[in-house]
């Protein structure tokens, strides 16, 4: 069983950083993909950035914004925001998948004011 815990959300005005960081109950090393999704109010739920077998995958509307980091000694990952925007509001969740099972932290809630 694996857990994760989302911490660093907050209230940001548009064009601030934040800082989420997620930390897992396991080895990180051991997870076939791990990283954070976003689901803002009426929309689906959206992959942001993720660490993979093939690489590092980010959203086309963070890219060159967003950063995604880990520390497999403190089994963590972060993720650095920067010029955010009112559109990034939303509830951000770090994801893992282990052996072929997803899972999912209880969220941090992000808001952008504009």
């Known amino acids: 069983q694996v857990q994760l815990v989302e911490s660093g959300g907050g209230l940001v005005q548009a064009g601030g950083s934040l800082r989420l960081s997620c930390a897992a109950s396991?080895?990180?090393?051991?997870?076939?993909?791990m990283g954070w999704y976003r689901q803002a109010p009426g929309k689906q739920r959206e992959l942001v950035a993720a660490?993979?077998?093939?690489?590092?995958n980010y959203a086309d509307s963070v890219k060159g914004r967003f950063t995604i980091s880990r520390d497999n000694a403190k089994n963590t990952v972060s993720l650095e925001m920067n010029s955010l925007k009112p559109e990034d509001t939303a509830v951000y969740y770090c994801h893992a998948l282990w052996w072929g099972t997803n899972y999912w932290g209880k969220g941090t809630l992000v808001t952008v004011s504009s």
């Open positions: 660490f993979t077998s093939g690489g590092t």
């Open positions: 396991g080895s990180i090393r051991s997870f076939n993909t």
